[in-house]
């Protein structure tokens, strides 16, 4: 199996159309093989010379997270009994292996001799900043445990990631397992034709006739937002609001002990490497100095945000009553209610809008859009091995039409693929010798796929989502840095990896670049200045309600883990009222298990790291007010691409922002882009 496993290939690109379950094994076993004997090789060697310790580990990285990228990212995207076994069996081996390795001493004494060299303040800042990290990640793996301890903390390791993946699962396997079956089309009364066809598709899908209403993104917006039918809306509300949970209909996905174990494990590694809880834990590696810190910048956001979404709250009861005939405002009513808002009072239509939104010509704008900031070019190529038909790729060329990079686009919502949307790390950008690997993204999303002859349509929201995720894609693609560890994505302190995503919705908002990559799906026709007018001036429409939303979530998560007591366990239902009693104007029913299929901290990296978002929109919301107004040396994207993209983590985040803005970030351009400014 190994001399033709397509996982082992030596190639630019992996192939994945070749790529089967049997394979998943057998390649980890040869990569992880292959990578212990690396390191064995350094730490034997003796020498305290960069290429001899840290060049060499990066390569033993690089060769390793080859193997591993395509075998993750199936999981997410591709999912299938046979292949969520081998997933899970490789991804214990992986797990294990990568605590031994961050626990090995002879490897980590080798990075230290290097950093205690006379000479080592010689070498380029990069290296130095390569060398400090792979010291802390030494200390943060448990390098200097002893005995139990250190057996102990690997095993919680291999656990947690075992029960991250599980959650995730049963999170993807609770969203399939629900549906609707519709066969009396007036049910649907208000839902739009284009979302029609979607769940029509979804009916033919299952050989059924009619539509069926699922869980899957474009469905429960399709209905939250557009259905008469209250009954339908509460249905499918509670539906998806009780995923993987002790109150969903189908209780065998139900998460809550695992939830009650990851935080359990968490608070236990925390406290075997000596911080106070896990919350202390996770914040070592990112912006804010602890907990306290990332509380109070949440506490100022909702004094202030608080009155705001209190009006706007009241402002859609009164319109409920007098437009809408609902007297009782509940939660599934609350989506229903803003977009017959935003029609009647702001004169936007996002199923109008979404005409103009062919994802073709999307497409189309955001290569114009990246060509125009960045004088890079967008290329689409043709026979690339995938793991779907729909799945596109595309090669970025520079000035000189060169290929410096390359990404995936895997957009539409389907069977055995995770909800959301994200962006990963296929291949890292690394210098080899002679040899220079690009470095190659994935762009996942979850839009409605095409209907008939139809092409998909996006909606505003949507653009947003697609340009937030292309700004991860430019942070990874766009790098200078030659070294995985510490170019594109890789090392940036987790509250500042949102800054380029965050930053590039607001093109999304930008008049000429929204209307240069609209075409009506009929006409052709580009989207009317007056439509983008209204749509403009409606930007903070309900901003308050929104951002105590994410306040919401992100206080939980940070109280979650900083005020976790063994002796309690979790108590996440009872955090979460604690939350909202002090930040939402909103309260959902008792019933509702937001946390239970809150994916992003409990199967992702944002363990008391929610708060990134806003953290980030802070430097975003400041850097894009001097992009835009500023005269920046060398020109505002010139500049961004410099100090932020190409920089990635070559620097720290607070330094790459001060090279950009020539000052520390300040909160007022985020209060002013939120209609939070007093």
Not at 70 to 98: F, I, K, N, W
Not at 282 to 302: I, Q, V
Not at 416 to 421: L, N, P, Q, S
């Amino acid at each position: 199996m190994t001399a033709d496993n397509p996982l082992l290939a030596d190639s630019d690109l992996p192939d994945f159309a070749a790529i089967r379950p049997a394979h998943v094994v057998p390649a980890m076993e040869t990569a992880i093989e292959a990578h212990r004997a690396a390191i064995e090789g350094i730490a034997a060697g003796g020498k305290d010379d960069f290429d001899a310790v840290i060049l060499a580990a990066e390569r033993a990285d690089f060769l390793l997270s080859r193997v591993w990228s395509p075998v993750g990212h199936l999981a997410s995207v591709a999912d299938t009994p046979e292949l969520r076994e081998a997933h899970a069996a490789a991804q214990a081996l992986m797990t294990a292996y990568l605590m031994e390795a961050g626990q090995n001493r002879a490897h980590h004494d080798a990075v230290a001799r290097l950093a205690a060299r006379p000479d080592f303040a010689s070498l380029p800042p990069a290296a130095r900043r390569a060398v400090d990290l792979a010291l802390r990640g030494f200390r943060l793996a448990g390098v200097a445990l002893e005995g139990e301890a250190r057996q102990r903390f690997l095993d919680i390791g291999v656990e947690l990631s075992d029960l991250s993946t599980k959650f995730g699962n049963a999170v993807l396997d609770a969203t399939e397992a629900w549906s609707e079956h519709v066969t009396d089309e007036a049910a649907l009364e208000g839902v739009p034709d284009s979302d029609r066809a979607i769940l029509a598709a979804y009916a033919r899908e299952k050989g059924l006739p009619g539509w069926l209403i699922t869980l899957r993104q474009p469905s429960v917006l399709a209905i939250l937002y557009h259905a008469r039918d209250r009954a339908l809306r509460e249905r499918v509300y509670r539906a998806y609001n009780t995923r993987a949970s002790d109150q969903a209909d189908d209780k065998s996905h139900d998460n809550s002990e695992r939830i009650d174990a990851i935080m359990a494990l968490r608070h236990e590694a925390a406290q075997i490497l000596g911080f106070a809880d896990s919350a202390a834990h996770s914040l070592e590696t990112k912006m804010a100095a602890d907990a306290d810190e990332a509380l109070a910048f949440l506490a100022d956001l909702a004094r202030r945000a608080r009155p705001v979404g209190e009006r706007e709250l009241a402002e859609a009861r009164a319109f409920a009553a007098e437009h809408l005939g609902l007297d009782d405002v509940r939660p599934w009513d609350l989506s229903y209610v803003a977009e017959a808002m935003r029609r009647t009072l702001h004169g936007v239509d996002q199923e109008a809008l979404k005409a103009y939104f062919p994802l073709p010509r999307v497409l189309a704008g955001t290569q114009a859009l990246i060509e125009r900031l960045f004088n890079l070019r967008l290329v689409a190529r043709q026979g690339v091995s995938t793991w779907h038909p729909d799945v596109l790729f595309y090669d970025l060329l520079d000035a000189d039409g060169a290929v410096v990079a390359g990404v995936y686009l895997d957009l539409f919502a389907r069977a055995g693929k995770r909800g959301g949307a994200w962006m990963d790390v296929c291949r890292s950008r690394f210098r080899d010798a002679d040899r220079l690997h690009l470095p190659i993204a994935y762009l996942t999303t979850n839009f409605a796929p095409p209907a008939g002859d139809r092409p998909s349509l996006v909606t505003h929201n949507d653009v947003v989502t697609l340009f937030h995720e292309f700004g991860h894609v430019l942070h990874h693609l766009l790098t200078e840095v030659d070294l995985p560890s510490i170019g594109g994505i890789s090392g940036v302190e987790w509250d500042a990896v949102e800054l380029p995503s965050q930053f590039m919705e607001n093109f999304a908002w930008d008049g000429d670049t929204l209307i240069g990559l609209s075409g009506h799906v009929d006409s052709g026709e580009p989207l009317p200045r007056a439509m983008f007018d209204r749509l403009l001036a409606a930007r903070q429409f309900q901003a308050g309600l929104a951002i105590l939303r994410q306040i919401e979530f992100a206080t939980f998560d940070l109280l979650l883990h900083r005020d976790y007591d063994p002796a309690r366990g979790a108590r996440v239902n009872a955090t979460l009222d604690q939350v909202r009693k002090a930040v939402a104007v909103v309260h959902p029913p008792e019933w509702n298990r937001f946390a239970h299929a809150f994916s992003h901290i409990f199967a992702g990296g944002y363990a008391a790291g929610y708060y990134s978002y806003l953290w980030a929109e802070l430097l975003s919301a400041d850097a894009f007010e001097i992009f835009a107004h500023a005269d920046i040396p060398g020109g505002g994207a010139t500049a961004f691409r410099r100090e932020i993209l190409a920089a990635g983590a070559s620097r720290p985040a607070a330094e790459n922002f001060r090279a950009f803005a020539g000052r520390a970030p300040e909160v007022d351009a985020l209060l002013r882009m939120r209609g939070l400014a007093a």
